[in-house]
């Protein structure tokens, strides 16, 4: 795993200043790659790429980046692993071809070479995200993996120049980049937590889709001239699914996923430096540890973290599972100031606006890992593969409900909802507190008028799990939900197929896959997600909706896998989130936290954002009258990211 940067400069820019540039761009990914660093420069296409570099494979010289191929023609920086580098590298040798050295960028260049690039990316087995350039015909090539493991932003800066990176502040680091808030993407992320792709906070970067390859021809660096290709559709590979279902049995769809499984885990345990695991407990992860434990010859090692708050902790779970398989197991109990001290670096390593609280226990576990081994495998996709989430039962229940009402009917409701003042509301809520437990209405009522003036499911289901809101957005003039829910609406399909479509483009990529991301690449940990192989996810979007949940229970297909290896007994359990308690702390340790970035927010914030309406939402969060914490999170998060990268 790596870090990657760089850009086509306008003519006027001479060596030294591309240097310059080139330099501090790429220091700012010194975490991502600790092991190496390179930087190339072609002044005469006023090119320059950088490269940080975690050995994983080869760890000799020849595994140096930026790194060309055999014919000079081509040039990469590249972050990922290629899991099936081996057998490309054979039919390549078969064609005449040797290699220098064992790593598989070296293979992916040769392929490229061969095979052209479109095709070359439609053979790599893998998690990527690379750049590179055609000396030949001066064009620039940027690939993002079909699911969207491997970040890769890219931008324009002020000067004209067309910059790229793994991370958002190595483009903040080119010293043209102008920092201008996108209040669309901020919107967004207010809804969401995490800002969807292909936005970025900023109005001048985007993130590159998965499954797409970008285009660049020196000739202009303008934005109509970068041309980009989907090489992969998840949403093509759903309908697909749809037309043709998979029509075998239970049994057969079962021995299907267990092969892929294994076929995947055996290809994510190549590596030159020691590899473990991640493990919650949960279905996900020990099926992963599981077959992992059936390949090797020794003890597999893992790591699960546990809090004392017995509502968050799964570490004895953890621990049980990893007896029964008998894995090298290492856990750590975490103390709420441990958790904590990472929040002042959020900003620093989710450097846009995330606010997904699990960030933290995610970067606690990456860091206990990474002091036994360089990598590590993790069992996330598996609920939206294979319909794992509580709300793919409520959320269809719920829309039935509403749709007992003709839309005719619900649209002038939500209107009427809509304008009830919010004051009036709270009273009741007040007043109902008198003989009970105090509610705040006013939220109850407009989550209510937001979801019942929907007429299709997915802007329903899109905006059902977005954030509770006040009245009237944070952001003036702006509200919205990530729009690839409004692309997927319309769709006739089952409840179940819709929901794990519209998480495995927008929530899995945008805020699982981040999270993981930058929680192990800020520790020098690379992060495998075998469930997430391109082969599982085509035979998942293949099956029927039974075969996912039955008799009201998630991941049954995937939970006849893991029977295989782990009685039921130590499995059936209600699922738990990956959380922590950040309602309960910001009314108490983190309350001085909070009150400082409120207290101290820029002006220019407040010209922006309904200022008046996020002091209610802290004070009620204070009093008790709301449970606020995620909405809260959000607006802290955002403030601390503009401390440190916008003031």
Same mark, same amino acid.
């Given at each position: ?86 057998? /490309? ?21 040769? #392929?490229?070479?061969?095979?052209? /690039?479109?095709?070359? /990316? ?8 690379? #750049? ?64 969807? +792709? $292909? ?90 540890? +599981? ?101 793919? +039962?409520?959320?269809?229940?719920? %829309? ?69 809101? $006040? ?50 690449? #800020? ?32 991941? %049954? ?43 101290? +927010? ?8 309904? %200022? ?28 601390? %990211? ?6």
């Amino acid at each position: 795993m790596c870090g990657l940067t760089g850009f086509f400069a306008p003519d006027s820019h001479g060596f030294g200043e591309i240097e310059h540039s080139i330099r501090i761009m790429t220091n700012t990914l010194c975490h991502r790659g600790p092991d190496d660093q390179g930087v190339w420069i072609d002044e005469a296409s006023k090119i320059a790429m950088g490269h940080t570099r975690l050995s994983i494979l080869d760890l000799s010289p020849f595994g140096h980046q930026p790194m060309f191929s055999h014919n000079n023609r081509y040039v990469i920086v590249f972050n990922g692993e290629i899991y099936n580098f081996l057998e /490309i590298k054979k039919e390549l040798e078969g064609e005449g071809y040797k290699f220098k050295g064992g790593s598989d960028t070296e293979v992916m260049l040769a #392929a490229i070479e061969s095979f052209g /690039i479109e095709k070359a /990316i439609k053979s790599f087995i893998g998690m990527f995200a690379f #750049a590179v350039f055609d000396i030949k015909e001066r064009l620039l090539y940027l690939a993002r993996d079909r699911m969207g493991i491997k970040p890769l932003y890219y931008g324009w800066a002020g000067d004209g120049a067309f910059i790229f990176g793994s991370e958002l502040k190595s483009l903040m680091a080119y010293p043209g980049f102008e920092r201008n808030i996108n209040l669309d993407s901020l919107s967004l992320y207010f809804r969401h937590n995490y800002i969807p +792709a $292909p936005f970025t906070i900023f109005k001048d970067a985007f993130k590159l889709l998965p499954g797409t390859f970008l285009v660049l021809d020196k000739k202009g660096f303008s934005k109509k001239n970068a041309e980009i290709k989907t090489f992969w559709s998840t949403r093509q590979i759903w309908q697909e699914g749809q037309d043709k279902n998979f029509k075998g049995s239970g049994e057969e769809a079962v021995n299907i996923l267990d092969d892929l499984l294994t076929d995947s885990v055996r290809l994510r345990l190549i590596s030159d430096v020691p590899v473990g695991a991640f493990l919650s407990g949960g279905i996900d992860s020990s099926v992963v540890v +599981a077959i992992m434990q059936r390949i090797n010859t020794s003890s597999v090692k893992t790591f699960s973290i546990g809090f004392y708050d017995t509502e968050y902790n799964e570490a004895h779970h953890a621990a049980t599972i990893a007896k029964k398989l008998g894995t090298d197991h290492t856990e750590l109990y975490v103390t709420p100031k441990e958790s904590m001290d990472i929040i002042p670096e959020i900003p620093r390593i989710w450097d846009e606006p995330f606010a997904d609280s699990s960030q933290i226990p995610t970067f606690l576990l990456s860091q206990l890992t990474r002091q036994h081994v360089t990598v590590s495998l993790s069992g996330d996709g598996g609920d939206e593969l294979f319909g794992g989430y509580s709300r793919y +039962a409520i959320a269809p229940d719920l %829309w039935k409900k509403i749709s007992l009402f003709p839309f005719f009917v619900r649209k002038p409701a939500s209107l009427i909802m809509k304008n009830f003042s919010g004051n009036y509301l709270n009273f009741l809520g007040f007043f109902a507190g008198k003989f009970g437990r105090r509610i705040c209405f006013s939220s109850m009522i407009k989550r209510l008028s937001e979801i019942s003036n929907l007429k299709d499911f997915t802007e329903f289901y899109g905006m059902l799990y977005s954030h509770f809101l $006040p009245f009237g957005e944070l952001v003036r003039g702006k509200d919205n939900i990530a729009p690839l829910f409004k692309e997927i609406s319309g769709k006739k399909s089952g409840f179940i197929d819709i929901m794990c479509l519209c998480d495995l483009m927008t929530y899995l990529p945008d805020d699982i896959l981040t999270k993981v991301d930058r929680a192990s690449m #800020a520790n020098a940990l690379e992060a495998r997600v075998p469930i997430l192989d391109h082969r599982i996810v085509q035979f998942a979007l293949s099956l029927p909706e039974t075969f996912k949940i039955r008799d009201n229970q998630s991941k %049954w297909i995937l939970r006849q896998v893991l029977y295989r290896y782990i009685p039921r007994d130590l499995i059936e359990r209600p699922k738990m989130g990956f959380g922590i308690p950040i309602g309960k702390w910001l009314r108490s340790d983190l309350l001085n936290w909070a009150e400082s970035l409120i207290q101290g +927010a820029d002006n220019d914030i407040k010209e922006y954002l309904h %200022w008046d309406k996020i002091l209610k939402i802290w004070s009620e969060h204070k009093s008790g009258c709301a449970n606020h914490q995620y909405v809260l999170w959000n607006i802290l998060v955002y403030l601390a %990211w503009y401390d440190k990268w916008k003031k």
